[in-house]
T-cell receptor, first 111, second 116 residues
Framework: SQQGEEDPQALSIQEGENATMNCSYK?????LQWYRQNSGRGLVHLIL?????REKHSGRLRVTLDTSKKSSSLLITASRAADTASYFC???????????FGDGTTLTVKP | DAGVIQSPRHEVTEMGQEVTLRCKPI?????LFWYRQTMMRGLELLIY????????DSGMPEDRFSAKMPNASFSTLKIQPSEPRDSAVYFC?????FGQGDYEQYFGPGTRLTVT
């Protein structure tokens, strides 16, 4: 099964609202990355947070990591219609030697 | 840089035919990944290379699938013979380095494969 699991599976909000997506994982990790995928396109990297970091910001994105709970959250503030996409977390574990992607959260931002 | 280039973008083939998907990674990137994405199974890592050498092919579903990377600028994923259940979007991705996973992966646009 996938290492990371996103929650919720789907999220629909109005433009201007904040969107929060969560990712839970099972084993210890070295870092966690968030990616976005627009319909019919490849994934695009958004942000990376290392296991010794608790929070990271990039523009309207805020990512938190709680290694004790094995979970991460992605917050998109002041959402825009262009933020409509699927969002995936990917966890990297040194023992596994590779990143594993979750099933993704589909975000719809209504104008 | 043009990014990761994949060809073809769409492939429709009949069951039993051989399918070859191609990928050109970003110049200077040492790692290359092949993924498959379906609604049922999500995004699956099939195989990845580092410095043209296959590191982990445990995600390759069966012997019908094979991948090669003859040089740093080209990789192929071959399915022979193809089956309807192979229908999916296949992504190629590359990253600067392999190792601690600190480097982001750059994804190509994908090849949408339909096997009838």
């Amino acid at each position: 099964s996938q290492q990371g699991e996103e929650d919720p599976q789907a999220l629909s909000i109005q433009e201007g609202e904040n969107a929060t997506m969560n990712c839970s994982y099972k084993t210890s990790i070295n870092n966690l990355q968030w990616y976005r995928q627009n319909s019919g396109r490849g994934l695009v990297h958004l942000i990376l947070i290392r296991s010794n970091e608790r929070e990271k910001h990039s523009g309207r994105l805020r990512v938190t990591l709680d290694t004790s709970k094995k979970s991460s959250s992605l917050l998109i503030t002041a959402s825009r219609a262009a933020d409509t996409a699927s969002y995936f977390c990917a966890t990297y574990n040194t023992n596994a030697g590779k990143s594993t992607f979750g099933d993704g959260t589909t975000l719809t931002v209504k104008p | 840089d043009a990014g990761v280039i994949q060809s073809p973008r769409h492939e429709v083939t009949e069951m039993g035919q051989e399918v070859t998907l191609r990928c050109k990674p970003i110049s200077g990137h040492n790692s290359l990944f092949w993924y498959r994405q379906t609604m049922m199974r999500g995004l699956e890592l099939l195989i990845y290379f580092n410095n043209n050498v296959p590191i982990d092919d445990s995600g390759m579903p069966e012997d019908r699938f094979s991948a090669k990377m003859p040089n740093a600028s080209f990789s192929t994923l071959k399915i022979q013979p193809s089956e309807p259940r192979d229908s999916a979007v296949y992504f190629c991705a590359s990253s600067l380095e392999f190792g601690q996973g600190d480097y982001e992966q750059y994804f190509g646009p994908g090849t949408r494969l339909t096997v009838t």
